[in-house]
């Protein structure tokens, strides 16, 4: 054995003092205190720990113990903070239990003290955890994500100037805090906002790459985001809202470099709404991934949007389409000769995946015009919802008799049961 | 590879020299020692392409080591590979007695390898999460170099957990225990005093009413305190009570400081009947003991409610039940250790309150 590399039989005591942070870190916080006890040369290695995790798991909850499981952990966190030795890079607070107390802003000033990086603030359901202001000082905060907040940003903030990444989740916070909060911080390359409850949200992110939105909307704009790379977007609209400008533009119109988008519930149908100005549509060079669910085929504006999508992707790759259908009404059918193109060509196109599909007469068009004008199809995947009266198998036979562009395609049915 | 410091293109396959600490010389496939960082950056340094300017890896790497990085590397650089069969690969690639696994991440992180120290460091952190220090220590090596006094040292009691907290107090317990036997070989260590705080609560809640007597006790203590504990870095919510009694007699009220009171306090407590006996060892103890003059007049009151000795006793043995459904060995060691000098069945703590006071049989007794 190297003597060099262990001191006496002590395999581990000597390693370089980066190592055992990373194994401590990698470990839960409390095993990580526990190592205290080891031996001399461990008793404060914990205490230098610079990413802190703590949540229900840290302090037993005993049956016995009179005490309530929220006041375990804040005396862990007490406890620990006082004890520990360095600064603090990331620092993450997960409770089911523990609802917002004086401690909890206590907290938050140490850290707005030590430079902290990463914050993740998650409390009880029961209680919203209002911010304190000194969350708003931590000047170096590279990545944030808040649940169940209250956000009142003060008058003098002027955006976190290193945040990168922020996600909150079931935020209160007032319509244009929120457009100015994330316009503010320059940096900001991923952005998420789930459980949203707003009205109209004007997105200017310079640097932003991922998007996610997810909540009450009845407006979106993504204004001043020309880097974005992924966006993904449920909204849930409570009725159709008439805009005089045209939707499709303004969530679309300013992402030249998209390369995957995802639209959830409501989506199709907003960007339905509204007449292009007769404005030249950007292609989406790098648009690569569509992923849209709950598509109404019912819908000539519906089917507008996503022809226009597929239209303007030369190097689209991937369709996934979940349909939310009805009619069997075979009107307008002419409307497939009018709007598609017929020397259209998905030139990259592998792979189409089509869910909740149920044969209706324009759902089937789609999958015609699709076949037929996809060199490069290696997979078509439809599943079919199947009722109890269903019994027939047509539209499986009447997709295999479509006109094919490519070979090579394989064939995926599968039935679901509704 | 005739010519030094000239890398022929028209090789199929590039190698690279490196030179382990101990003198050693091998050839390595440039393309798997790549991987390494430091051995990339050595590369385009110039350094590495014959025998006579092989790269030095640094001290931390000895042959073996660097065997089983070139292993790692040479699976991983390959592009093609699933994340399953990287998982799968890692998995079984880890399997190595501990020392081995400790000398590659030291080697790994010498040589930038980040991937690797992340899964060795993931391996040794996996056989330190849940185990005891004992087992840890076992696993790895690691001497067992703090004193008795540093171990039973309450240990900040972070995780709050009732059994550590019951943990520091038996060692706080026996580590009065050891003072004084190095004090005082001659003198029989007799009655001792009952590490009670749930009741020290009680009776500083009841002498709350007395607002005086309260504070004057409080300041009494952390002076006390101060001195005895000049070891302890914070005034710890459970603090190494200088009682020494290992009964299991606490509650379950946390006790926010109120440490109660050190053994050569004069008891006052007209509670039970056979503390008359005690009160005469304790009196004689304190003579010699004399630790702190100036805590006379504790003076307590009354004494103990029957209500309130009722709840003790029920504390005591909930405490107890659980105490023993899960306790580690060591434990039940110290309590029988502790047990066999008892001379009575109750003791009372400087604070003149009493509390039923278990011998090993009692415990059995309070199980049932």
Redesign the interface.
Same mark, same amino acid.
């Given at each position: 054995m190297d003597t060099n590399l262990v001191s006496r039989e002590d395999y581990i005591t000597d390693l370089p003092e980066s190592i055992i942070e990373t194994i401590l870190t990698k470990l839960p916080l409390r095993d990580a205190v526990r190592t205290s006890v080891l031996s001399s040369k461990w008793r404060y290695t914990w205490t230098t720990l610079t990413e802190l995790r703590f949540d229900d798991d840290c302090c037993i909850s005993d049956a016995h113990h009179r005490a309530l499981p929220e006041t375990g952990l804040v005396k862990f966190v007490n406890q620990f903070l006082l004890l520990h030795n360095g600064p603090i890079t990331r620092f993450t607070l997960s409770s089911e239990y523990l609802e917002r107390c004086p401690y909890v802003d206590q907290w938050l000033l140490f850290l707005s003290r030590k430079d902290v990086q990463e914050l993740s603030f998650g409390l009880a359901e029961t209680e919203w955890f209002k911010a304190p202001s000194c969350l708003f000082s931590c000047k170096k905060l590279i990545a944030l994500e808040l649940v169940r907040c209250e956000l009142d940003p003060p008058l003098h903030f002027k955006g976190f100037p290193n945040l990168k990444r922020l996600n909150l989740q079931q935020i209160s916070i007032a319509p244009d805090a929120v457009e100015t909060l994330i316009s503010s911080c320059t940096l900001l390359e991923s952005l998420t906002l789930s459980y949203f409850e707003g009205a109209k949200l004007t997105v200017r992110a310079p640097n932003l790459t991922y998007l996610m939105l997810e909540g009450y909307f009845k407006d979106i704009c993504l204004e001043n985001t020309p880097m974005l790379v992924v966006v993904s977007i449920a909204m849930y609209m409570a009725e159709a809202y008439q805009s005089s400008s045209c939707n499709f533009d303004k969530v679309l119109g300013g992402v030249p470099s998209i390369q995957r988008l995802t639209g959830h519930s409501y989506f199709a149908k907003y960007m339905s709404i509204g007449n292009t100005l007769g404005k030249i549509q950007p292609t989406y060079r790098q648009l690569k991934i569509i992923d849209l669910y709950q598509v109404s085929f019912d819908d000539m504006t519906e089917i507008m949007v996503i022809l226009r999508l597929i239209l303007s992707a030369p190097n689209l790759q991937t369709i996934q389409i979940e349909g939310s259908s009805w009619s069997t009404d075979p009107l307008d059918l002419d409307f497939w000769d009018k709007e598609c193109p017929r020397d259209a060509t998905f030139a990259q196109l592998k792979v189409v995946k089509l869910t909740q599909i149920s044969g209706l007469p324009h759902e089937m068009r789609f999958i015609e015009f699709l076949l037929g004008n996809s060199p490069a199809l290696e997979v078509m995947d439809v599943t079919k919802n199947v009722y109890e009266t269903d019994e027939d198998e047509d539209m499986f036979m009447e997709i295999l008799a479509f006109e094919r562009a490519s070979d090579d395609v394989e064939f995926m049915f599968a039935e679901d049961q509704v | 590879m005739s010519e030094p410091d000239v890398i022929k293109p028209e090789m199929m396959k590039s190698y690279i020299w490196l030179q382990t !600490?101990d003198g050693s010389i091998q050839q390595v496939e440039q393309e798997v020692a790549i991987f390494c960082p430091f051995i990339c950056h050595e590369i385009h340094a110039g350094m590495g392409s014959s025998k006579t300017y092989p790269i030095s890896l640094p !001290?931390?790497v =000895?042959p073996v080591t660097l065997s089983l990085i070139l292993d790692y590397c040479r699976f991983h650089q390959v592009p093609g590979r699933s994340n399953k069969e990287r998982k799968s690969f890692d998995e079984k690639f880890i399997r190595m007695d +501990?020392?081995r696994l400790?000398?590659l +991440? #030291?080697a790994a992180?010498s040589l930038q390898l980040k991937p690797l120290?992340?899964l060795t #460091? %993931?391996a &040794? !952190?996996r056989m *330190?999460?849940?185990k005891t @220090?004992e087992e *840890?220590?076992e696993t790895?090596?690691? @001497?067992?170099? &703090?004193t008795e006094e540093?171990?039973l040292e309450p240990?900040? =009691?972070?995780?709050?957990? $009732?059994r550590i907290r019951l943990l520091n107090r038996l060692y706080a317990r026996k580590r009065k225990e050891l003072k004084e036997k190095e004090k005082l070989k001659n003198v029989e260590v007799e009655a001792e005093h009952v590490d009670d705080r749930s009741v020290d609560e009680l009776l500083s809640f009841i002498n709350g009413e007395n607002g005086d007597s309260k504070e004057v006790k409080t300041a009494k203590n952390k002076k006390k305190n101060r001195r005895r504990k000049e070891q302890q870095k =914070?005034a710890p $919510?459970v603090c190494a009570n200088s009682n020494t009694s290992s009964s299991p007699s606490n509650g +379950?009220?946390?006790s926010n400081g109120v440490s109660s009171v050190s053994r050569d306090d004069r008891v006052k407590g007209h509670c039970l009947p056979n503390i008359s006996e005690l009160l005469k060892l304790q009196d004689s103890e304190d003579d010699r003991f004399a630790l702190d003059d100036d805590f006379d007049d504790c003076d307590i009151g009354d004494g103990i409610d029957p209500e309130i000795k009722e709840q003790i006793d029920r504390e005591v043995e909930?405490f107890a039940r %659980?105490l023993n459904s899960d306790w580690p060995e060591r434990v039940q060691e110290l309590l029988s250790l502790g047990q066999e000098r008892r001379p009575s069945l109750y003791s009372i703590n400087g604070n003149g309150c009493s509390t039923k006071r278990s011998n090993a049989s009692g415990l059995e007794k309070h199980e049932k």
């Open positions: - | !600490a !001290a931390r =000895n +501990t020392n400790c000398e +991440t #030291s992180d120290v992340d #460091s %993931r &040794l !952190a *330190i999460e849940g @220090p *840890i220590r790895f090596h690691i @001497p067992d170099d &703090l540093e171990k240990l900040k =009691n972070i995780t709050d957990d $009732p =914070n $919510p +379950t009220k946390e909930d %659980r």
